[in-house]
Structure formats: C-alpha cells, structure tokens
C-alpha cells in the first residue's frame, strides 16, 4: 500500500529535478548567447566602421587633393605676378583663392621647408616645416619624397581647432598645403559621401550604416532614395553604435531581431538535447553543433565575401556620368566577376586640369588573393599617376612598386591612358593587356596593337616606353579584358577578338547608341554577346569594359596648335618626344614636310640636355604659327646654364684633325632653321628655333 505513493513523490522529485536542471539550462544558456551575441554584433560594428572609415577618408582625401591640385596649378601662374613677392598683396590673393575653392587655409613652403606664402599673413616666413614640431612636421617628407600627403581633422597645434590638411609636391621643390576646418571639410566632401553605403547591409538586409551631416541630416542612407531625412535614435531595439569619420557623423545600426532568431534557435535545441537520455544527449549534441557551426563558418563567408565584394565595388567609380560638368568626353565602364570577387578593375580620374588618365587591368588569378592585389594596384597607379610625372615614369614606378614585397608572384596587365582634352591626344602605355578597339572615326573599327610591353609586378626595374594616337571629335576607344574574349562555348571555341569587333561593326552599322547620358548600350550588348556566345558554360572570367569618347576641345581646338609635354632626360625620354613629334605634326598643314628637318634638330637639342645638360628633364613646345607660316620648337630644361649661341661656330674649311671638338651640333640646327634664339628663364634654358614651312 506504501509503494505507491512512494513512488509517485520519487516520480515528482524526479520530475521536479529534471524540471529544475531544464530551467537552470535554458536559463544559462540563454544568457550565454545573449552575452555572445552582443559581443559578436560590437565585434562586426568594429570591423564595419574600419571599411567605411576607409572609403570615407578616400573620398574626402580627393576632394582636398583636388582642391590643393588647383591651388599648384594657380601658384605657377601667379609666381609670374609683380605681386607675387609681396607678403601682404600675395596673402590677399591667397586669401580670396582660398575662400574661391571653400578652404580655410593655404600655404606654400619652398624647397627648404619655409612657409614662404600663405593666406594667413603672420604665417609668412614664421614657420620651417623641416624643422617644425607637431603636424606641420609630418609634411616634412613632402621636400624628399614627393607626390602627397594627408592628414585627418586634428587639432591644430598652434589655435587648437580641429583642421584637415593636404600637401601636393612641386617638381621644382617645395609643396603647397591646404587646410580645412571642419565645416569646410563636410561642404567640400558632402556629395562625394552622397549615397557612398547603398546597399550596405549588416547582419542580413535589415541594419545598416548611416551618414550624416552635423545636424543630423542623413547623406547616405543603405536604401536608396532616403536621403534627406533626419537621423533619429533606433533605441534599445537595436545595437547600435556612433563614430565620427572627417566630421561626419556615421551610425551602424544592427536590430537585435536579426540575432535573436539565431538566438532562440540554439537555445531551444540545447533545451530539447538537455531531456534527452545521455547516450542520445551525446550523439545529436554532437551532430548538432558541427552542422551548426558548419551554418554559422558557411554565413559568416558569405556574409564576409558579400561585404568583400561591395568594398571592392565601391573602390572603382560606378556612377555615370561620373563628370556631368565635362562636356569634352564622355565615358562609362563595368565590370562583371566570374565570382563573388575578382581581380579585374577600371579607373578613371583627372590627373591635371586638361588630362583624364584611364585604364582597365586584369590581374593574375581569381577570388580573395586577385582582389587583394587588385586594391593594392589601383592605389598605386592613382597615387602615382596624381603627382603629375610623364606616362612613361608613372608605369616605371608603379611596376617597381607592386613588384616590392610580392611574394605571390602575382602580376597584373594593363592598358593606361592619359587623354588631353583640349587635343584629343591620347598618350598610352600598354603593359601586356589586350589590345583597344578604335572607331568612330568614319573607318572600321580597329585594334590599337602599339607598344605591347611587360605586365606590371613581374620583374623591378623594367622600362616602359609612352605611344600616343590622336582621336577625332567622336572617336572613341574601347577597352576590355580578355574574359570577354576568352569565354568558350560548348565545343570549347573562343568568342575571341574578331567576334568582338565585328559586334562593334555591326553595332555602328546598324546606327546603335554607344553612349548616351551616363549610360553605354554598347557595352551590355557585348556582354550578352558574350553570355549568348558561351551558353550554358558558366561564365570563364571576369569581363570588364571600359568605352571613351572624345567631343573635342571647344573652342581651344580652333586656335593654332601649341602643345607641351614635360619628358625625362633620358635616350627614352628623347625616345618619347620624337614620338609626341610626329603626332603633333600631323595636325599641322605642311608638318609632313618639315618632318624629317625637325627629326634632326629634335634630336640633337635633346641629346645634348641628355648628355651634357645635367637636367632631370625637358619640356618641348612644338606650335604652328600663322604669320609667317611654320613651325616654332621651344626647348626648356632645368640643367647648368648654357647659351648654345655664345660660342663661335666652328671653321668648316679646317680638316677634321685641326677643328676644335664640338660646335658642328648647333651649327648644323643654325643652318637648318630659320632662327634660333636663347634665354635663362626662372632657372631654366630656353632655346627657340623657328622653320618655315
């Protein structure tokens, strides 16, 4: 009779337990995971704000880069001025060019460090950035190693308000500095941040990252469209988190329904396992947690590629028209990856007032490794191509760069241009990468196969030698890399070059757009060319396009032809001018004529500043004049001063054992030419020489 309720009251302490232990489980592991799933959402806010931080100051950095571009490019007019060297006029001008480009600050130091100019007028000469302390002292390197410099908002040193500064460097020495407080900075870079993180999601579709002005009027909101609308605290429903990048507010915001589903799901199963019998217990707890952290390792690589691809993306330009106030070219490009990341890229950006540099490039191999080399060789060509050197130099420094510290062996083709808008000459290097189609031009298309040389991260210390082509009004070039070309069918036959162009020709013949208002139909219709080409083989490679017009100068491409270009003082530099020669001649009536006299008084001049000048470089002007008729080569160089005229001319009736050494060079280009005229201009030679034509 005792048994049984015996056995009911051990049946409910049994129960009791086992409920007991359930709750103390489910109540443990339940704050276990809220514990790690907060951690884990500040982990991920970290690492996001880290990438947007990148393209945030990126973006910010070439606004002011572009600004200070400007101030250099003024400078060298206004040094010319009577004014120039007086403190208080000159700091006037400054002043007013400052408030004209939306800065607060510049300042131009000289070769030597000192603060020489400024629209500050007690800066003047107050200042040594070579021997400065501070922030100022970090622009220092400007005076040895050249290109750039950028500085985030600190506080200034000297009145303790937070300033931006940028340096550019001067070939001839020195550099120029621009600053910006912070309310310049965010009306400066505001548009450049407009709509930077669309699309971007964190944790799945529903957080997101914000960009703000002061007032917390949001620029760039993950949908867009939204822009416009007032930043308003998500609360306790989410994790979120605020930081300030170049002084605009950025907000992450990750709802925590997102990470409570996760949540309750290993909750409740760890709740079940916990009733089940031991030996059961053991085995689904073990075949659950390697399926779930099989889930977890699968989401957080496609999470983490995703968020890959979407920083790779935002790192080339995608918005197009990308220079709606440029009416003299029109260009548009894309890019389609064979996977969720790849290694080809496309850039375009203006590396002097008149000169758009352009290219495509493919790099060696495919996913993260590709596009970790990718990011890296785009920053190197921009970084480089931004100082202003010669195309050539550009392709010298760039491949010596990217083939330090390149222990993958990996290497990139590429086909860069620098476009003059005010001629349509288009100055290039082809490093290994495909040949462009030319059209447009009335002909058939055809492939520009110039000047094929090594890819870049190969081998340091190779030579790269610049060609140049002069596009019409209307011309245009097209670039792409070889996954268009290399993509096979079933039968495994490449699309190849000749099916490209004749998709061109048929193209132009059937009178199709290829460019119109930011947009190329050209360049989907090859795409799916391609696509259709290959079938149901998946897709081989990645396929990038990039497609350039050129409209003309205005109104500078009516006057007469007068162009310039700076060349090393090398045999390859001399190489280059007499390249940039011919093709100037060739829009000069009567050029073709005077070609081959030209030739030779090119080449002299040039070979003496090689030789014997001791100059870094030389800068040839070649300009057709109208009255008299002919052509006017002026040669400029920064070496030894030397008047080629202030020698007496050799005696041509003495045999050659009893002539001095030397002389006949110029007395030959004498003879030649109709005149020849010297000048020490601003440290520099400047040799005239005039032919009629």
């Known amino acids: 009779m005792t048994a049984g309720p015996q056995q009911r009251r051990l049946a409910v302490r049994l129960v009791g337990a086992v409920a007991l232990a359930f709750a103390a489980s489910l109540a443990l592991t339940w704050m276990l995971h809220e514990k790690i799933t907060r951690r884990d959402m500040l982990h991920l806010i970290d690492n996001v704000f880290a990438d947007v931080a990148v393209d945030i100051r990126e973006r910010v950095d070439a606004r002011m880069f572009r600004q200070a571009m400007v101030v250099r490019d003024k400078v060298y007019t206004m040094r010319d001025e009577p004014w120039w060297n007086d403190p208080d006029e000159s700091s ?226 995608r918005v197009f028209p990308p220079f709606a106030e440029e009416p003299r070219m029109d260009i548009c490009a894309s ?82 241009g620098e476009l003059n808008l005010e001629t349509g000459v288009v100055t290039f290097i082809n490093a290994g990468h495909n040949p462009p189609i030319r059209f447009g031009g009335g002909g058939a298309p055809a492939f520009v196969r110039e000047g094929s040389g090594m890819m870049f991260g190969a081998l340091p210390g190779l030579p790269y030698r610049a060609h140049e082509l002069t596009l019409k009004p209307g011309e245009m070039l097209y670039l792409y890399t070889d996954g268009l070309t290399e993509q096979p069918d079933a039968k495994g036959e490449l699309y190849g070059e000749e099916r490209l162009r004749d998709a061109i020709q048929t193209l132009v013949d059937e009178g199709g757009v290829v460019l119109e208002r930011g947009a190329s139909p050209l360049l989907g219709a090859l795409q799916c060319a391609v696509l259709a080409h290959g079938g149901a083989v998946e897709q081989a490679d990645d396929c990038t396009q990039l497609v350039l017009r050129w409209n003309g100068g205005g109104a500078a491409a009516e006057e007469p032809a007068r162009t310039a270009r700076a060349f090393p003082a090398t045999q390859d530099g001399v190489a280059a001018a007499s390249a940039y020669l011919d093709a100037t001649l060739e829009g000069i009536d009567g050029g073709d004529l005077l070609n081959p006299v030209l030739h030779v008084i090119l080449d002299e ?19 057709a004049t109208a009255d008299p008729a002919g052509v006017r080569l002026v040669f400029s160089d920064d070496g030894t001063p030397y008047d080629p005229l202030a020698h007496v001319d050799p005696d041509t009736t003495l045999s050659a054992a009893e002539r001095p050494i030397g002389g006949l060079g110029i007395l030959m280009v004498k003879k030649m030419s109709d005149s020849v005229d010297y000048a020490r201009v601003r440290n520099r030679n400047v040799l005239t020489i005039f032919k009629k034509t």
């Open 605 to 623: 001049i040039a070979s003496n500043i090689v030789r014997y000048s001791g100059a870094s470089e030389f800068e040839l002007t070649v300009e």
């Open 92 to 317: 006037r001008r400054l002043r007013a060019l400052a408030d004209e480009l939306g800065v607060d600050e510049i300042c131009i130091a000289d070769a030597d460090g000192n603060l020489s100019h400024s629209a500050r007028r007690d800066e003047v000469g107050a200042l040594n950035f070579a021997t400065a302390e501070g922030q100022a002292r970090e622009f220092a390197s400007l005076l040895t190693e050249g290109y750039e410099l950028a500085q985030p908002l600190l506080p200034n040193t000297l009145r303790g308000e937070r300033v931006k500064y940028v340096g550019v460097w001067m070939p001839e020495g020195g550099f120029v500095q621009v600053g910006a407080r912070e309310k310049a900075v965010r009306n400066l870079a505001r548009s450049a941040l407009t709509g930077l993180t669309h699309g971007w999601h964190v944790s799945g579709d529903h957080g997101g990252i914000f960009i703000t002005t002061d007032n917390g009027t949001i620029i760039s909101h993950p949908v867009a469209g939204r822009e416009g609308g007032q930043w308003r605290d998500p609360g306790a429903e989410s994790y979120w988190e605020m930081r300030t990048f170049e002084g605009f507010p950025v907000y992450v915001v990750i709802p925590k329904k997102t990470a409570v589903v996760e949540r309750r799901v290993l909750v409740m199963t760890s709740a079940f396992l916990n009733g089940m019998a031991l030996v059961f217990a053991a085995i689904l707890v073990g075949l659950v947690i390697a399926r779930y952290v099989r889930d977890r390792l699968h989401e957080r690589q496609s999470r983490d590629m995703a968020m890959a691809k979407s920083i790779q993306e935002s790192a080339i330009p």
């Open 335 to 416: 890019m389609q990856p064979a996977r969720d990341i790849g290694g080809d890229f496309y850039d375009f950006y203006f590396s002097g007032p008149n000169r758009l540099t352009f290219l495509i490039a493919d790099v060696s191999g495919k996913g993260i490794p590709a596009a970790l080399y990718m990011m890296r060789a785009k920053a190197t060509f921009k970084g480089i191509a931004q100082t202003g050197l010669p195309l050539a130099e550009l392709a010298v420094r760039a491949n010596d760069a990217l083939s330090r510290d390149n222990d993958a062996n990996m290497f990139v083709t590429a086909w860069i």
